[in-house]
């Protein structure tokens, strides 16, 4: 889908604070990775249960596409996968390129045309 604020496809899909339910069948590639950056951050976290409640798919294409500044009322793990991108987090800029990851606590974050 399109949304009418940015340039970019995304689906989601609900975990209903259960790591094991697994994602709709169009985006079961992505079921073990999302497991597998569950058990690293719950291994960096101890003291602090990994529960997630939502997995949001951004498909950025090409270096054009964009979303506008938001931030959401829980902490958010934002994985870059393909073209490389501009992201701004809180007052920091940063570049993401397939394959990083940044967690996020509530921060302003947005990916500028």
Known sequence: WKTKSSNRLFDQWAYHQDRSTPPPPHLRFLGPLMQSLFDAMQRDTPG????PFQCFVCLYETGSDSCPAHSHDCRQL???LGFARTFVAGNETLSLSHG??????????????
Not at 48 to 51: E, I, L, R
């Open 78 to 80: 934002t994985l870059s």
């Open 48 to 51: 602090d249960p990994v529960v």
């Open 100 to 113: 990083d990851a940044i967690i996020l606590d509530g921060e302003r974050h947005a990916l500028p045309p």
